[in-house]
Each structure stands twice: as C-alpha cells, then as structure tokens.
C-alpha cells in the first residue's frame, strides 16, 4: 500500500524537487502551499492552500488531507523563510513573521498530524532545519533563531514519541 506524504512549502524551489521525486515513485501526495500553487501534475495528489502561521488553517488542512487520504505517513516540514537584515536592524514583524513561517509552523503541524500517526501506530516527520542553526551567519539572526529551534522541537518531539508504538 502506498505511502500518503504531507509536503509542507511544496511550490518553492526545493519543494517541488521533493514533490517530484516522491511523484514520479507513485507515493500519495498532499501538497501543501500558501501562495504559489505547486505545477506538479500527478494522479496521486492534492493541493492545499494554507497559512500555516494560523494554527485554525494548519488543523484545517491536516484534517481534510485526512478526509481525502485516510492518513497521513510521512510529513516534510520544508516551508521557510528567510529576511537578510543585521541584528540590530531586524524589524520585530519580520522577526515574528520567520519565526511564525519557520518555527511555529510546523510545531502546530506535527501538534496535529502526531495524534493521527500515533493512532495508526506509524508515521515519521521530518523537518528542514539549517547550517546556519548551529554556526550562525551575519544577517541571519531570525532564520538562525528558528532554525535552531526546529533542532530542539526535533529532539523533543522524538524523546515524546519514542516509546509509543510509532514503527
């Protein structure tokens, strides 16, 4: 039976790599996207508008990829951003806005498509984090901040499930 995969941020650059590699191998695919609709075609997929800085749209979306698919095995968390601004100068909306898109996002994803996975006793996550997490780079304050985070959400999130019956 074939595996239903979430791919969070398809439509840009590395999404749709992501998407076409897991389309052309014959996985269902729920294809998220916020602005940009993905131009993959394949007979095994959806697309799905949503915010995912909104956690009303993330729960929105996960439980209709759920009414469409039955379930969802695999997600890949690859939406991100990120605003070249020094330190100093970062403005607060765009410190909350990368870290809402690169942070927030998918801890509200993985908040709602964990119970499901655990419910049908599989499932894996993946999440893009960065380099830049752990060396830091000049004008990346936000980006760095909440790629780091991603790290500890991964870990955290790991330690919770792990004894669970997740195969």
């Not at 729960?59 to 020094?86: L, P, R, W």
Request: aromatic residues 8%.
């Amino acid at each position: 039976m074939s595996k239903t995969i979430l791919i969070v941020g398809s439509s840009g650059g590395l999404g749709q790599v992501i998407s076409n590699w897991f389309a052309s191998r014959n996985f269902k695919l729920a294809l998220h996207y916020h602005q940009h609709e993905p131009t993959i075609k394949s007979d095994n997929l959806k697309k799905y508008k949503a915010d995912i800085t909104k956690e009303s749209e993330v729960k929105k979306m996960i439980d209709q990829v759920i009414a469409d698919f039955g379930k969802i095995d695999i997600v890949i968390n690859n939406a991100g951003v990120s605003k070249s601004e020094i330190s100093w100068k970062t403005s607060s909306e765009n410190w909350d806005h990368t870290l809402a898109v690169n942070l927030n996002g998918p801890f509200y994803v993985a908040k709602y498509v964990l119970p499901h996975m655990r419910e049908n006793g599989f499932g894996r996550i993946i999440f893009m984090s960065s380099i830049v997490a752990q060396t830091g780079f000049i004008g990346t304050s936000a980006y760095a901040a909440s790629k780091a985070g991603i790290i500890g959400l991964t870990k955290t999130l790991a330690k919770e499930v792990a004894s669970k019956t997740l195969q």
